[in-house]
């Protein structure tokens, strides 16, 4: 087939930020089904609640504090990621690296503090309905968390080694909206496990 | 609005270079290299999405030949050519290979082939995604007929519902089995959604609007989003069904507060959209193979997209309608017929849509239009049968019959089986580079149809009888005997049907009449490279100024110029216009997509036997997505 040549890329830049890169389009679609993902699974605890006339089933609601806490540090994190998020998109370098270093220390941070909200608990999974699904649901939010802070120390050292060109910058800000997820799937999972069965 | 940041322009373009020194640097940046290695790191989507859709291909053989045993043990009474036992595993085998490993993975198969060719770009977005992906497909699948050939097939049905599938009355590792093999595919199968939904919105040739959209791109961007919101449903199922027999949750288990009506809103809530997962890619091919046979464009290019998203926003309303014999309130089951039979409204207006254009057209009647036909005419009486048991008293009625049997294999086999081989002759010269014989297409198609009805029709009949489903046999005294005989007459012609096309497929690799670019004269962009296509698709970006690009200018491609020679480099553009901004680079071949999906496997089997494996399985996979991600060094990664 004969081609004629009507116009010109030859100026247009080789990465771009937000919606004009390709990774933060697949990020939105991760977070779309990990989305319905969290939404099945509090519609399950909801079912769950609703089918039994006692909730906790056989055991005390979880203690306040874990759940409390992190909440609180979730809330925080938003602000250094959006700092970390304006300097990769001026392309600070030095910035970047701040940022990302203290994202990672918060995130390990979280977990440790998730591990104390699975202690406290105060059911296990294999007591009753309800401890089954509220280990669940915790769980399922803890392997989101986790992944999210394994890929954000990738991230870290890779900002320290040669690879850190203008491109990663865009990747740096994909990792910063993504934690906007993270925290925002946490607040109804806060609500549902922690205040719920104390209706 | 974001900045942007130019590189400085040192590098080589297209335009410094003419056609056959282009084509020369193309081939070398985007070949799949030689050797075993080369071919297991390929990222090309063609690659691919040729294995993904041999891969189906031959799911649906095994599955098949399951549909034939339990022909041929049904086709009298008090046969005993399969023992109870193994009459259940090949139930669940036949439907779980047929749904999971064959009709979702094959419409996602044809997708990652043709949408980047039809929307005009060079690979998918995340290729390596899309690697993983089929490796993941295949080894679920294998994993799942092995553990058949080891008699540790599922024997739970394809929808495995509680208590059945409950450590209690299940406690050899078959529902175990199944649990995991819909995680296996439900990866698969979400991650090739990821690829198809950046690749329309953001890798469209220039030009190509939202009104541009070839349908069949629309039908697969639909169908992407329902696995997105669908899919996360039936892997909460199985994990949590798994969790139950493995772990001594109590999700499923009444006495301690859980709840078995749960398991079926959970699998339902995928299971009903599922259906639509398979229906509407199929009806994305008939609108293809309806304009370029009818040599006309599709009349109501507006009304089917429209009814192509509402009929995936429907899908979801729709769940409950499978669960009207569990005693549902009046009220939901009302609500769920009417939304049942609402669904039937957009599925009536594409079909009156591809009758206008028929009508309107002029119709040549080559083998793909013929299973078009085809599909129209038992896609028909499926949907008829559909609205018949959206309603309550009806459903319970036949509930668990065979005329339910009948009814969804109408709508499965006549709605995307039908479609899709039809499109199988439409895009095998594109795929090969050589046609489909015409003479045995049309047996093909005769065969299939006839073999079909024969096959099916008279379980209608036998529902209304009475005979139940999932029965391994039945006694004389039921006079079941002579439809279920016909029925299984017609089975073994409808299987013949699919040895002649597997003949015709070998028979003209070899020996088929050469296809040229554009054998049929088609509109879209596909046809406007060569036949199979080069490494890299397309030499130049097309640019879309029309939509069917291929008929507005006969034998004229505008196209940009101005991309990179060096490295491997898709053009990005806007959701809506499809301006472009961005030359982004696309990722070269890896092994590591391969060795994460061999991680991933290791850990989705480990767990079935401990639960430590979520341990020592996630290092790993956690070190294999690192080698994955991490940058090699190319010019791809470093740009």
Known sequence: MRQTIVRSVNDLPTYGFGSQSGPWWGAMAFIALEGMGFAVAIAAYLYLYAVNPKWPISSAPPDLWPGTLETAIFLLSVIPNELTNRVAHRLDLRGVRIGLIVMSVIGVGLLVVRGFSFAHLNTRWDLDAYGSVVWF??????????????????????????????????????????????????????????????L | ??????????????????????????????????????????????????????????????????????RLQLSGAERKLLSPDLYNQVFTMHGSTMMFLFAVPVMKAFAVYFVPLMVGTRNIAFPRLNAFSYWIFLFGGCFL??????????????????????????????????????????????????????????????GMTLDRIPIYVWAMLVTAFLVLFAMPSVMIASTTLILDRLVNTHFYDTASGGNVLLWQHLFWFFGHPEVYIIFIPATGMVSMLVATFARRPVVGYTVIVLSLIATGFL????????????????????????SSMLIAVPSGLQIFCWLATLWDGRPVYRTPLLFVLGFIAIFVLGGLSGVMVASVPIDMQVHDTYFVVAHFHYVLIGGAVFPLI???????????????????GRWNFWLAFIGFNIGFFPMHILGLMGMPRRVYTYTPEMGWDHLNLLSSTGGVVFATSFVLLIFNVIHSLRRGELAGDNPWDASTLEWATSSPPPPYNFSRIPVVTHRDPLWADAGNLPVVAGLSVERREVLLSSVADAEPHTRESSPEPSIWPLLTAIATTIFFIGSIFTPWAVVWGTPPIAAALIGWFWPSGTKEDEE
């Open chain 2, 1 to 70: 609005m974001s900045e942007l940041v130019s590189t400085p322009d040192r590098e080589l373009r297209d335009n410094d270079l003419d056609h056959s020194e282009l084509s020369a640097r193309l081939i070398g940046l985007w070949h799949t290299p030689s050797g075993w290695l080369g071919r297991l790191a390929t990222v090309d989507h063609k690659v691919v999405g040729k294995r993904y859709i041999l891969t189906a291909f031959a799911f649906l053989a095994l599955g098949g030949i399951l549909a034939v045993l339990m």
């Open chain 2, 315 to 338: 899908s979801f309303g729709l769940w409950v309608h499978h669960m009207f014999a569990t005693g549902l309130p009046q009220l939901g089951a009302s609500m769920f017929t009417a």
């Open chain 2, 145 to 206: 007929w092995g553990s058949f050939l080891f008699n540790a097939g599922p024997d739970i049905g394809w929808f495995a519902y509680v208590p059945l599938s409950s450590l209690q009355f299940n406690p050899s590792k078959r529902a175990d089995v199944w649990a995991q093999m819909i995680t296996f595919t439900e990866v698969a199968a979400l991650a090739v959604a990821v690829e198809i939904v950046v690749t329309v919105f953001k890798q469209r040739a220039v």
């Open chain 1, 137 to 198: 649901v915790l769980g399922l939010h803890t392997t989101h968390l986790a992944t999210d802070v394994v890929d954000t120390i990738v991230l870290t050292i890779l900002m320290f080694t040669r690879h850190a060109t203008a491109r990663r910058f865009s990747d740096v800000t994909d990792n910063a909206f993504y934690w906007n997820f993270v925290v925002i799937a946490w607040l109804p999972l806060y609500l549902l496990l922690d205040w719920i069965p104390r």
């Open chain 2, 422 to 440: 039809g499109a199988l002759y439409y895009w095998f010269p594109k795929i090969t580079g050589r046609m489909l014989s015409e003479r045995l």
